[in-house]
Structures are given as structure tokens and as C-alpha cells.
């Protein structure tokens, strides 16, 4: 069975600093593997989607690197924001799910950008 | 583009009241639909998922069901809501039929008392 491990669970950064969040995945047969941005009491807004064949997915100030080998990602921030603070989700989509979505997702890292 | 449509956004309701939350999809040629849920200090779970009108799989034994009588709206319903039905839950629809990109509503918060 696929577990999705976020570190850390929260994480309080001043504005301007770069930072990294923590994506780990048990079963390395993945089709893809999603980042999700939730704000308080809203539903998720992907943010960017690395298939398995990929390294990495950039947009904008945000970086996504994939190593499914090790069962690792990473989302970098660059020059935080503010504006950025939320919950950042990862999920995989497992190999067998080309077309569908039957995502397992980590419980999240809650970023606050301290102004 | 791709909207997905859940009402009501949010709703309490007494232990052992019926329960109908609603999701209605457009602008997308992929035909599945998700319902996870989000309960209080835990990640998502899948629920239940369709790949078409009256298709329906269920992930997880629960008290809850789903209907898809339409193909672009999926139901989750319950006959009788329990406390641990609480929780914020939400529809996903995938964005095309290849990238396998999850896009999702607003979601509806449900409070059980």
C-alpha cells in the first residue's frame, strides 16, 4: 500500500527566504506525482504535476524535483511571500492509474511567511 | 475551462440526519469522478470514484454512499450521518484523460453534531 510522508508538518520562514518542502513516497511505481496548494477552508489548486519520466517541473518561483528511485520530492520556494503562506500537499498517482486520478496524498506541510 | 460546482459549501447537521452533497462538473472530456474527504488533522482519503453514470467504486467501508445519475454530477449521500462523518469533502475531476492532473471544487464542509 502507497504512504505519502510530508516534513515538516509546519514551517514558519520570514518573507524573502528560500525554502524546501519534503514529499516521500513508499512504492516507486508512480504514474505522477502532483503538488497541491490548500488555503484555509478552500479546496486544492494544483500547483505542478511531475510525470515519472520527469526530473523536475518549474513555474515560476516554485521548483519541483522528482527522484523516484529513492521515492523523493521536493517543492523549492524562492523568495517567499506572505501571499504563500498555506498547505502544501503532495500526491502520487499510482502506475496503474494512466487516465484516472486515484491520488494517495501526504497530510501536508503548513507554511506561514512571517511579514 | 474546467469548473466543478459542490453545494452546499457548508452544513451541520444532527447525528442521524440524511445527507446529500452534490458535485456537477464541466468543461472536461475526462469522464471519472472523486470524492475524498478531509477529516480534522488527517490527509485526504478517497471515498468513493466513477467512471461513468450509475458506475460507482467504493474505497473505503463507510456509512456513506455516491450516485452518478447524470455524467456530470456525482452525489455523496448518507441515510443516517455519525460524528466521524464530519469533515471537508471534495469532488475531483482530472484534468484531460492523459496528464492525470486532479483538478478539484470548493469543497463542503459538513459538521455532524
Known amino acids: 500500500k502507497q504512504e505519502v510522508t510530508q516534513i515538516p508538518a509546519a514551517l514558519s520562514v520570514p518573507e524573502g527566504e528560500n525554502l524546501v518542502l519534503n514529499c516521500s513516497f513508499t512504492?516507486?511505481?508512480?504514474?505522477?506525482l502532483q503538488w497541491f496548494r490548500q488555503d484555509p477552508g478552500k479546496g486544492l489548486t494544483s500547483l505542478l504535476l511531475?510525470?515519472?519520466?520527469?526530473r523536475e517541473q518549474t513555474s515560476g518561483r516554485l521548483n519541483a524535483s522528482l527522484d523516484k528511485s529513492s521515492g523523493r520530492s521536493t517543492l523549492y520556494i524562492a523568495a517567499s511571500q506572505p501571499g504563500d503562506s498555506a498547505t502544501y500537499l503532495c500526491?502520487?498517482?499510482?502506475?496503474?492509474?494512466?487516465?484516472?486520478?486515484?491520488?494517495?496524498f501526504g497530510e501536508g506541510t503548513q507554511l506561514t511567511v512571517n511579514p | 475551462s474546467q469548473t466543478i460546482h459542490q453545494w452546499p459549501a457548508t452544513l451541520v447537521q444532527p447525528v442521524g440526519s440524511p445527507l446529500s452533497l452534490e458535485c456537477t462538473v464541466e468543461?472536461?472530456?475526462?469522464?471519472?469522478l472523486y470524492w475524498y474527504r478531509q477529516a480534522a488533522g488527517r490527509g485526504l482519503q478517497l471515498l468513493f470514484y466513477?467512471?461513468?453514470?450509475?458506475?460507482i467504486s467504493s474505497e473505503v467501508p463507510q456509512n456513506l454512499s455516491a450516485s452518478r445519475p447524470q455524467d456530470r454530477q456525482f452525489i455523496l449521500s448518507s441515510k443516517k450521518l455519525l460524528l466521524s462523518d464530519s469533515g471537508f469533502y471534495l469532488c475531483?475531476?482530472?484534468?484531460?484523460?492523459?496528464?492525470?492532473?486532479?483538478?478539484f471544487g470548493e469543497g463542503s464542509r459538513l459538521t455532524v453534531l
Open positions: 511531475i510525470q515519472s519520466s520527469q
Open positions: 468543461g472536461t472530456s475526462n469522464p471519472n
Open positions: 500526491a502520487v498517482t499510482p502506475w496503474q492509474e494512466t487516465s484516472g486520478s486515484r491520488l494517495t
Open positions: 466513477s467512471v461513468g453514470i450509475g458506475q
Open positions: 475531483a475531476s482530472p484534468k484531460g484523460t492523459i496528464s492525470g492532473e486532479l483538478f
Open positions: 512504492d516507486s511505481a508512480i504514474y505522477n
